[in-house]
């Protein structure tokens, strides 16, 4: 049971998945506002911030917004992989690797675009895989890490 109220789930077409989506879609909105916001900021002489830094950060940001639902993060992503919710879950996801990589700056129109947000979208999702099976207390009480232990 994804533990939404039946009446609450029979408002949606996709049911429990379309809130799911929704709540993804709205995490992905804060995440871009942010980038813009502080790309507002940047004063025009300030050095520019490594884009190894900025990609860290910024997928770093996103997968700790997640955290409040922690405990039940996995049932959201199993409603939206369903076959009939994985294209705009996808799409969603796309969406969000290509804000990240304009927010870093890139301006490739050549096979880079593509190599680039697939490894960006790569090690998204391993850290997302990897956060979900993290049950150490370490991760309770220090929440994510991106190092290159």
Same mark, same amino acid.
């Given at each position: 049971?994804?533990?939404?109220? @039946?009446? #609450?789930?029979?408002?949606?077409?996709?049911?429990? @998945?379309?809130?799911?989506?929704? #709540?993804?879609?709205?995490?992905?909105?804060?995440?871009?506002?942010? $980038?813009?916001?502080?790309?507002?900021?940047?004063?025009?002489?300030?050095?520019? =911030?490594?884009?190894?830094? &900025?990609?860290?950060?910024?997928?770093?940001?996103?997968?700790? $917004?997640?955290?409040?639902?922690?405990?039940?993060?996995?049932?959201?992503?199993?409603?939206?992989?369903?076959?009939?919710?994985?294209?705009?879950?996808?799409?969603?996801? @796309?969406?969000?690797?290509?804000?990240?990589? &304009?927010?870093?700056?890139?301006?490739?129109?050549?096979?880079?675009? #593509?190599?680039?947000?697939?490894? =960006?979208? @790569?090690? #998204?999702?391993?850290?997302?895989?990897? $956060?979900?099976?993290?049950?150490?207390?370490? &991760?309770?009480?220090?929440?994510?890490?991106?190092?290159?232990?």
């Amino acid at each position: 049971s994804s533990g939404i109220n @039946a009446e #609450y789930g029979g408002m949606f077409k996709l049911g429990g @998945a379309e809130i799911a989506l929704h #709540y993804d879609q709205s995490l992905n909105d804060d995440l871009e506002d942010i $980038m813009a916001q502080q790309q507002d900021e940047r004063q025009p002489d300030a050095p520019e =911030v490594p884009i190894a830094h &900025f990609l860290k950060d910024a997928i770093k940001t996103r997968l700790e $917004m997640q955290l409040p639902h922690y405990e039940r993060w996995s049932e959201g992503l199993a409603l939206i992989l369903d076959p009939k919710v994985a294209p705009k879950a996808t799409k969603q996801f @796309a969406h969000l690797i290509d804000d990240i990589w &304009f927010y870093a700056g890139d301006k490739s129109t050549n096979i880079n675009w #593509y190599t680039r947000r697939a490894s =960006v979208a @790569a090690i #998204y999702g391993m850290t997302e895989l990897y $956060m979900l099976q993290d049950k150490s207390q370490s &991760f309770r009480r220090h929440g994510l890490s991106l190092t290159e232990e």
